[in-house]
């Protein structure tokens, strides 16, 4: 199992930037790709972006070129730098890891983007 902690969010003007952080712990040599995700008050949770262990990307049309996943295997972290916010993009933000055998969760960061 793989422990997950969220961190960075906050409430933030539009056009404003934010750097989530998620830290993994546990069985981190099995994970192969992780991820974030977000969900908005009565909305389904939606996929944001995606990070392979080789460091292959893939990005929500609905941020791409505005948001960045990457990822630091030494110190078992993926990041989601935010930048150019929008009003639609405030949700709980979650970020996930994935082994053969199972995908863990973490607990979830709040991000609020003013209009």
């Known amino acids: 199992q793989v422990q997950l902690v969220e961190s960075g969010g906050g409430l933030v003007q539009t056009g404003g930037s934010l750097r989530l952080s998620c830290a993994a712990s546990g069985r981190t040599s099995s994970i192969n790709v992780m991820g974030w995700y977000r969900q908005a008050p009565g909305k389904q949770r939606e996929w944001v972006a995606s990070?392979?262990?080789?460091?292959?990307?893939n990005h929500a049309d609905s941020v791409k070129g505005r948001f960045t996943i990457s990822r630091d295997n030494a110190k078992n972290t993926v990041y989601l730098q935010m930048n150019s916010l929008k009003p639609e993009d405030t949700a709980v933000y979650y970020c996930?890891?994935?082994?053969?055998?199972?995908?863990?969760w973490g607990q979830g960061t709040q991000v609020t983007v003013s209009s």
């Open positions: 996930n890891a994935n082994t053969l055998w199972r995908t863990d």
């Open positions: 990070v392979s262990s080789a460091g292959n990307t």
